[in-house]
């Protein structure tokens, strides 16, 4: 069944909004490992737009399960994470002017730089992933940039308008999926999946962990945080609410 990692970000988007000291995302990683959360994610991005360096830092001391740190290729973000050592680190694409992650890396562009990326992390003892699209050529690239996990980018199945659309990307995700496990890459899956998107990307045979942000920091404000967190664990397992 596969896991659930949750992502932290918005959180501190709430608390840059104002300036102030909360909410704090050090207490919602408490609160969502006691949901039951199997890892705690957050993005330290170059902008400094919702993780500051000091949260990574204070993360690093408090989460007990796994910490999964998202990450550009920028030089100074790799070494950051080298001298932090979250547990696993993903390599996401990352433009200033985006409101969030648009697409998966493209790893054929920048495999020489990925290489280089993967090799430094990796002998920093963390584990790493690549956020790709549902692609094969990625995915190949991927593996032959010496990683041992992929995260699959859901966007555009989350944001299919039509039934048929998401269908199709649906098809894509179990394609891509059933191809990266057949070259020995761990496959996870994340971006804009929400309470009623999930559970069939979380069926797909073989996933093992789904990371989800904004839909959950969003519910928490009507449910609260822990209830938000058991709901989409209960989903992620593929189990209907
Ligand atoms: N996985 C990756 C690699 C991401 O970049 C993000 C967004 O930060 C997520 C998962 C979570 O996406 P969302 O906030 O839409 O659930």
Do not use: W
């Not at 957050?42 to 690093?60: F, G, M, N, S, T």
């Not at 199945?157 to 199709?168: F, G, K, L």
């Amino acid at each position: 069944m596969p896991k659930l990692g949750v992502n932290i970000d918005h959180v501190a988007t709430l608390r840059q909004a104002r300036g102030e000291r909360y909410p704090d995302p050090v207490e919602a990683a408490r609160i969502c490992e006691s949901a039951g959360a199997d890892s705690i994610v957050c993005h330290l991005r170059e902008d400094r737009r919702h993780i500051q360096d000091p949260d990574v830092a204070a993360l690093r001391k408090t989460v007990a399960t796994r910490l999964n740190l998202e990450l550009s290729l920028a030089k100074s973000i790799l070494d950051i994470a080298c001298r932090i050592k979250p547990d696993e680190a993903t390599i996401v694409p990352e433009r200033r002017q985006e409101l969030t992650t648009e697409g998966g890396l493209d790893v054929l562009k920048y495999f020489s730089k990925t290489c280089r990326a993967v090799e430094q992390l990796s002998t920093a003892g963390i584990d790493v992933s690549l956020f790709v699209d549902p692609q094969r050529n990625q995915i190949l690239a991927a593996r032959q940039s010496g990683v041992s996990i992929i995260e699959l980018h859901t966007g555009k199945y989350a944001t299919a308008r039509s039934r048929s659309i998401r269908q199709r990307e649906l098809s894509k995700l179990k394609e891509a999926a059933r191809y990266a496990q057949s070259i020995g890459l761990t496959v996870a899956a994340g971006h804009g999946l929400t309470y009623t998107n999930t559970l069939p990307i979380a069926r797909i045979p073989g996933m093992k962990e789904l990371n989800i942000g904004h839909s959950i920091i969003s519910q928490a404000v009507f449910t609260g945080l822990k209830k938000a967190v058991r709901d989409m664990r209960t989903l992620a397992r593929g189990l209907a609410l």
